[in-house]
């Protein structure tokens, strides 16, 4: 059983959850971290044209739980009443949970104001303020994201590293297995119920490998428009996670889970077509590459190492952006070049398109496309062009990215220009979630410290 319901309105909606004899509805809001946070309602509480109200505060937590009071950014924005916000479920994201022991639907809810006007901090909302942006302009992005993740053996003790699971062989992966087929088929009963709880909930998953990691597979996704991708990336999160602890293993989108093994990345691919024609805007008439192309590409170039705080987005992110780590380190770019920060794929001039290699799997899917697709605007905007194409390995370059995140706070505060695009409260908020992260991971003291400086410095 498949569902479409892309086209879904209030009413299509409420006789959907009457045809499925839905009891329960899990409302959920994606935080700035991606968590759904929300509430559970008995579907006799619940209509889709009554309004629910959550404290706006959810949306400004670190991912440990606790607010960054104090800082002026978030004090600007929140004040001090704890207010609520209003949430509306938006039809066309409802969808059966797969899991459910009684019939359960989700659905995501937008955060607005009392008046209506959206919350502008909200992931959704600040995704669809970049959209628009390109709506005015008479474009439509079009992305398609492939997103790595790891499965992993149980560990419930946050100190002990974590390990590949055991497949059907009733073995761990020890060597690195890309591209393997029967490495795959090792945790079949598990992609199996993947297919079939993606099938039901209409994520229309496209292609899945294994990845070089030991345990570390990739998903990837149809194009679409930005929204629905990023909704379809929040779910699959969801179900993964969850299906993966039926099968007695842990899923993670951590950017660096295991030290030995490659980080996990949220590869975005991005085109832009004329809303009008459907044509793509990257490429002319004749099929080659239109001045727009190299706009966009140098946009990318000039403002993703600012964007690294959204992309890259907890301390653990920058574990994965090393040299010779299979993950750029700068941002050059280049055709069919898995080594650039900016990899153009060889393809046919109705589908030429610009792949970001810099995302983490870590990152929030609204706010990655949002600040990607940020990223290129200001390069159309400001009529940039891009540096040359680099041919050979960029391994060998510089690191032209942040190190780390308390760096990369500090090149986002800077670019005024992406404030103007994602919205000057999102940046607020953003900046003091992430500096109370930062600030709480400090205060941690880790092994290698006690075990390199304990006895000798």
């Given at each position: 059983?498949?569902?479409?319901?892309?086209?879904?309105?209030?009413?299509?909606?409420?006789?959907?959850?009457?045809?499925?004899?839905?009891?329960?509805?899990?409302?959920?809001?994606?935080?700035?971290?991606?968590?759904?946070?929300?509430?559970?309602?008995?579907?006799?509480?619940?209509?889709?044209?009554?309004?629910?109200?959550?404290?706006?505060?959810?949306?400004?937590?670190?991912?440990t739980g606790e607010s960054p009071e104090g800082h002026a950014g978030y004090d600007n924005v929140f004040g001090f009443t704890d207010k609520d916000m209003v949430l509306l479920p938006d039809p066309t994201t409802v969808r059966l949970v797969p899991w459910a022991v009684d019939p359960t639907a989700q659905v995501i809810m937008d955060c607005v104001n009392h008046d209506g006007s959206p919350i502008d901090f909200a992931p959704r909302n600040v995704l669809r303020r970049v959209t628009g942006l390109y709506k005015d302009m008479g474009w439509t992005p079009i992305v398609a994201p492939e997103l790595e993740f790891y499965l992993l053996a149980r560990n419930i003790d946050p100190n002990l590293p974590l390990t590949p699971p055991v497949g059907r062989s009733g073995r761990s992966e020890t060597s690195r297995q890309l591209y393997s087929i029967d490495a795959v088929n090792e945790f079949d009963p598990l992609f199996e119920d993947i297919y079939e709880y993606c099938g039901i909930m209409g994520l229309e998953l496209d292609t899945l490998i294994h990845e070089f990691g030991a345990g570390q597979m990739e998903i990837n996704f149809l194009h679409d428009e930005p929204m629905l991708l990023a909704d379809k990336v929040f779910f699959f999160k969801r179900t993964l996670r969850e299906v993966a602890m039926r099968h007695n293993m842990y899923a993670t989108f951590m950017a660096k889970p295991m030290e030995r093994e490659p980080g996990?990345?949220?590869?975005?691919?991005?085109?832009?077509?004329?809303?009008?024609?459907?044509?793509?805007?990257?490429?002319?008439?004749?099929?080659?590459?239109s001045l727009l192309f190299f706009n966009y590409i140098a946009g990318l170039q000039k403002y993703l190492p600012a964007a690294m705080a959204i992309l890259a987005p907890y301390v653990n992110s920058y574990r994965r952006i090393v040299r010779d780590g299979a993950a750029p380190i700068n941002i050059e770019w280049g055709y069919d070049n898995r080594t650039v920060g900016i990899r153009v794929p060889i393809s046919d001039p109705d589908a030429r398109?610009?792949?970001?290699?810099?995302?983490?799997?870590?990152?929030?899917?609204?706010?990655?496309?949002?600040?990607?697709?940020?990223?290129?605007?200001?390069?159309?905007?400001?009529?940039l062009q891009p540096t040359e194409v680099t041919t050979g390995s960029a391994y060998a370059s510089d690191y032209q990215l942040p190190r780390g995140l308390s760096e990369a706070l500090r090149v986002l505060e800077g670019a005024t220009a992406l404030h103007d695009v994602l919205g000057k409260n999102f940046i607020d908020v953003y900046l003091a979630v992430k500096e109370t992260e930062h600030d709480e991971f400090m205060r941690v003291i880790s092994p290698w410290e006690r075990e390199h400086l304990l006895m000798h410095v």
């Open positions: 059983m498949t569902m479409d319901c892309t086209n879904f309105n209030h009413v299509d909606m409420d006789r959907w959850l009457t045809e499925h004899n839905v009891t329960e509805i899990e409302c959920l809001v994606p935080d700035l971290t991606g968590v759904a946070r929300g509430k559970i309602l008995p579907r006799e509480k619940f209509s889709t044209e009554r309004a629910m109200r959550l404290p706006e505060a959810v949306l400004g937590v670190t991912v996990s990345a949220m590869h975005i691919h991005q085109s832009v077509i004329d809303t009008k024609t459907r044509q793509n805007i990257f490429s002319k008439e004749d099929g080659s590459e398109r610009v792949e970001n290699r810099v995302v983490g799997a870590d990152a929030n899917p609204y706010l990655a496309m949002a600040v990607t697709l940020a990223c290129g605007y200001q390069g159309i905007v400001e009529g």
